[in-house]
């Protein structure tokens, strides 16, 4: 059975750091692209990024871009999202997907949350 | 950068009635468009990939049809489980991904 389990959400003050864990089971993890996708309180879905299989490409939305970045280990079958500099405008919950190999997500964790605030 | 936009916002129907929900891109995204239904408090869950194709665990009561800017996801008896919000999702995984705003579809 395919599981994605986030965690490392929290409340964080505007320009402070936290990074993001999926751990991932349940299928071949460095087969599969994986991305995040994020949901402000109230709000629609907005993608964040993808990775390739072997963490050497990754895609970022403009809103993230230069302070969000996106990682894997997969050894450890893990992917990662460290986010720097952090804005109120962030504070979301934060999805683990797995992407199916012709792009779309077909797997999704519970989410994470995250609030930005003083 | 594409976008996508769904109508309608909100769609009231009654049970056993059909809900037809649309999404346009504002450029052509081939057949690259995914549906997710959405209950509160939960995570999102994969409907239809390749604009048409149901995913498991949804029955034949959903279809999606439509190419290029113009989708359309129906559900042809609605079920009181059916209802939630729905979004539809444009991937290239060469390019960034977009979704729509989402259609919340309520009981009549």
């Known amino acids: 059975e395919v599981q994605l389990v986030e965690s490392g959400g929290g409340l964080v003050q505007p320009g402070g750091s936290l990074r993001l864990s999926c751990a991932a089971s349940?299928?071949?993890?460095?087969?599969?692209?994986m991305q995040w996708v994020r949901q402000a309180p109230g709000k629609g879905l907005v993608w964040v990024s993808h990775i390739n299989t072997d963490g050497s490409s990754a895609t970022y939305a403009d809103s993230v871009k230069g302070r969000l970045t996106i990682s894997r280990d997969n050894a450890k079958n893990t992917l990662y999202l460290q986010m720097n500099s952090l804005r109120a405008e962030d504070t979301a919950v934060y999805y683990c997907t797995r992407m199916f190999w012709t792009g779309y997500p077909d797997y999704w964790g519970q989410g994470t949350l995250v609030t930005v605030s003083s | 950068e594409i976008v996508m936009t769904q109508s309608p916002a909100t769609l009231s129907v009654s049970p056993g009635e059909r809900a037809t929900l649309s999404c346009r891109a504002s450029?052509?995204?081939?057949?690259?468009l995914a549906w997710y239904q959405q209950k509160a408090g939960q995570a999102p869950r994969l409907v239809i990939y390749g604009a048409s194709n149901r995913a498991t665990g949804f029955p034949a009561t959903f279809s999606g049809s439509g190419s290029g800017t113009e989708f359309t996801l129906t559900i042809s008896s609605l079920q009181s489980e059916d209802f939630a919000v729905y979004y539809c999702?444009?991937?290239?995984?060469?390019?960034?991904?977009?979704f729509g705003q989402g259609t919340k579809l309520e009981m009549k």
């Open positions: 349940g299928f071949p993890f460095s087969n599969y692209w």
């Open positions: 450029q052509s995204v081939g057949d690259n």
């Open positions: 999702l444009q991937y290239n995984k060469w390019a960034p991904y977009a």
